[in-house]
């Protein structure tokens, strides 16, 4: 099974800020990583797979980097649609896991 | 439009069963490979079931294996959950979710099923 730390489990920020978001695998994933936002009461939405492609329709002022055992996502002006929380995902092996999930909420 | 619709949900006792569904539309249903995602209240998202198009490949998380089965009609364009031996801690939402084209990201979702495993 591989292990997956995704911090900081809440970040408080404003609109306008750059904010990033970490996840760290136990072992290589190469690039077989996701980035989905879930809203209060919504199903999760992806944003980024493959570690830095943004899914279509998604605002390019969110993007992904990193491989191997380190990814981040980042923000680079929040807006007030994006006070959510965010997951990884990593899809390198079964079973499929997920980070333990990011609140982004209003400081 | 792709949509998933969940269905099925709802208060069981421990030890009962339940059959969620998913009704998809707006793609090439037999084309994907489907996956039931679950999120317990105020909790994370946890991966519980994956078939493959042709319902070749299965695989289960271990948290549900042997009690959970997987299974799909491709002319129905539905897939399904057979839930037996239920436990308290498999009240969730249930999701199903659509894989990306050639990886197994989940590109949709549904809205989610609720199920309640309680006396």
């Known amino acids: 099974v591989i292990w997956m730390t995704q911090s900081p489990s809440l970040l408080s920020a404003s609109t306008g800020d750059r904010v990033t978001i970490s996840c760290r695998m136990s072992?290589?994933?190469?690039?077989?990583l996701a980035w989905y936002q879930q809203k209060p009461g919504k199903a999760p939405e992806l944003l980024i797979y493959a570690a830095s492609t943004l899914q279509s329709g998604v605002p390019s002022r969110f993007s992904g980097s990193g491989s191997g055992t380190d990814f981040t996502l980042t923000i680079s002006c929040l807006q007030s649609e994006d006070f959510a929380t965010y997951y990884c995902q990593q899809y390198y092996s079964f079973p499929w896991t997920f980070g333990q999930g990011t609140k982004v909420e209003i400081k | 439009e792709v949509q998933l619709v969940e269905s099925g949900g709802g208060l069981v006792q421990p030890g009962g069963s339940l059959r969620l569904s998913c009704a998809a539309s707006g793609f090439t249903f037999s084309s994907y490979s489907m996956n039931w995602v679950r999120q317990a209240p105020g909790k994370g998202l946890e991966w519980v079931s994956y078939i493959s198009s042709s319902s070749s490949t299965i695989y289960y998380a271990d948290s549900v294996k042997g009690r959970f089965t997987i299974s799909r009609d491709n002319a129905k364009n539905s897939l399904y959950l057979q839930m037996n031996s239920l436990r308290a801690e498999d009240t969730a939402v249930y999701y199903c979710a659509r894989d990306c084209s050639s990886t197994s990201c989940y590109d949709y979702w549904g809205q989610g099923t609720l199920v309640t495993v309680s006396s």
């Open positions: 072992q290589g994933i190469s690039s077989y």
